[in-house]
Nanobody, 120 residues
Framework: QVQLVESGGGLVQPGGSLRLSCAAS????????MGWYRRFPGKERELVAA???????NYADSVKGRFTISRDNAKNTVYLQMNSLKPEDTAVYYC??????????????WGQGTQVTVSS
């Protein structure tokens, strides 16, 4: 069984910063790509940032220059540093990981989601 546990969400004022963390645990052999998605009210989930096992990154245009994704492969953890936050960043943020379990089952897993609210 594999689980993704997210932390770091909360309420912050415009211009402030938050750091999200997502730790994968369970019977994991390896993890390929990890990423962060977000869902605005009434909208479908969209990609915020992604990072490969080798460190290559990809960002949505709306967050380039403000957000930074990183990972610690030894800890099976991915981070999202969010700076210069804007009210339009308010959403539920989800962690995603593509991985191979110890019994060689390839799957994509999702975290439960964490609320980020940017408001003055």
């Amino acid at each position: 069984q594999v689980q993704l546990v997210e932390s770091g969400g909360g309420l912050v004022q415009p211009g402030g910063s938050l750091r999200l963390s997502c730790a994968a645990s369970g019977s994991i052999r390896s993890i390929s790509t990890m990423g962060w998605y977000r869902r605005f009210p009434g909208k479908e989930r969209e990609l915020v940032a992604a990072i490969t096992s080798g460190g290559s990154t990809n960002y949505a245009d709306s967050v380039k220059g403000r957000f930074t994704i990183s990972r610690d492969n030894a800890k099976n953890t991915v981070y999202l540093q969010m700076n210069s936050l804007k009210p339009e960043d308010t959403a539920v943020y989800y962690c995603n990981a593509g991985l191979l379990t110890t019994d060689l089952l390839g799957m994509r897993y999702w975290g439960q989601g964490t609320q980020v609210t940017v408001s003055s």
